[in-house]
């Protein structure tokens, strides 16, 4: 039986095999999702490698790394061999590489297109299982100074303090507004409450030489621009 369990150490593979000897030797690169996530986790269980249990853990959420992270750490132990350690060593690195994301769209920061906000706003409210909305404060030359949280739960215009949101743009030297919500249900048309929501907004930054310049619905995949579609 001892036999049997030594097998599936990755220990016992040769060295090519084995996924920290690989990315050392070869690069990181080279290795296969589960391999990397193999190295977080470090062992597997009584009958699977740990390169064999990421690999079914990455099938059951069709091999996406996107669907991987939205993964809670009671979904990932009910796998055999993954702990509360592990899993929260899984998310943790997977929350990384998500913030990674966000801060490579800010670098950026010149905003040329509904596109270039999307690419800004998906990594931070793109997969959530909630509603956010946000504004994002850009300066005479549309580069991003800054992008805060507005409000969290539900959308309706009862949450937008109009006062708050000016009274920051003020504070930063903000000229123009982009606003921006993601929507869990993955549609994209905007209900009557965003409408409403941007009309209020754009009316009071008008008094303040302030422009609202557009307003994206952002899902993980896509987005809805009230400025391309010519609703601003």
Known sequence: MQEKQASFS?????????????LLNK??????????????????NRNESAVDL???????????????GKLSIKQLMEFKGIGEAKAITIAAALELG????????????????????????QPVIGELQHEEFWIIYLNNSNKVIQKNQLSKGGITGTLVDV???????????????????????GTLKPSEA??????KLKVAAE??????LDHLIITENAYFSFADENLM
């Open 10 to 22: 990755i220990k016992n593979w040769s060295q090519d095999d084995q996924p920290r000897e690989k």
């Open 27 to 44: 690069g990181k690169a080279t290795l296969s999702d589960a391999e990397l996530v193999a190295i977080l986790i470090g062992s597997g």
């Open 54 to 68: 990421c690999k079914r853990i990455l099938a059951s959420v069709d091999n996406n790394l996107n669907a991987l």
């Open 98 to 121: 998500r913030r990674r994301r966000g801060e490579e769209a800010l670098q950026k920061k010149q905003i040329s297109s509904s596109k270039s906000v999307f690419e800004l706003m």
């Open 163 to 185: 006062r708050l949101v000016l009274k920051n743009a003020l504070e930063v030297g903000a000229v123009g507004l982009i606003l921006a919500h993601n929507h869990p249900s």
């Open 194 to 199: 965003d409408k409403q929501i941007t009309n």
């Open 207 to 212: 008094s303040l030489d302030i422009k609202v």
